[in-house]
């Protein structure tokens, strides 16, 4: 069925590939880009993460974001998968050792929950 969406040939080359992810791939890409009070996210592309076998997001939040022109990662997940520290290292690997990435946690009501993962000790924001 996601085949019909509007959203769908953005995602399909990836959604394919890992049909496993494809379900948190779908959500998180929709939500990012397409929520009306919240993300509206720019520029978002698919990548495909071979070595960790499932698709993430890159892009950039609205312009009224303090961040705006960061290039973002989020790498979809279901909450009934296992992550390890091995996994997350690979992904961080992947994407070139980005500072930061989004972890988005998709559940099976579709509610999304982000964590905000940084490569080593960082200290918090104020």
């Keep these: 069925m996601l085949e019909i969406h509007p959203s769908y040939p953005a995602l399909a ?3 394919e590939k890992y049909p496993t992810h494809q379900g948190s791939l779908f959500q998180t890409y929709n939500d990012i880009l397409l929520g009306k009070t919240t ?3 720019r520029d978002v592309q698919v990548i495909d993460l071979g070595q960790c076998k499932r698709g993430a997001l890159q892009g950039r939040r609205p312009r009224t974001a303090a961040d705006a022109d960061s290039l973002l990662h989020i790498v979809p997940c279901s909450l009934a998968e296992s992550i390890s520290l091995a996994w997350i290292q690979d992904v961080f690997a992947a994407l070139v050792n ?3 990435i989004y972890l988005a ?3 099976d009501d579709s509610s999304i929950v982000y964590y905000k ?5 960082v200290k918090p924001s104020i």
């Design 98 to 100: 980005p500072p930061s």
């Design 117 to 121: 993962l940084s490569s080593g000790i």
């Design 39 to 41: 993300q509206q996210w």
């Design 105 to 107: 946690v998709v559940s």
């Design 13 to 15: 080359s990836v959604a």
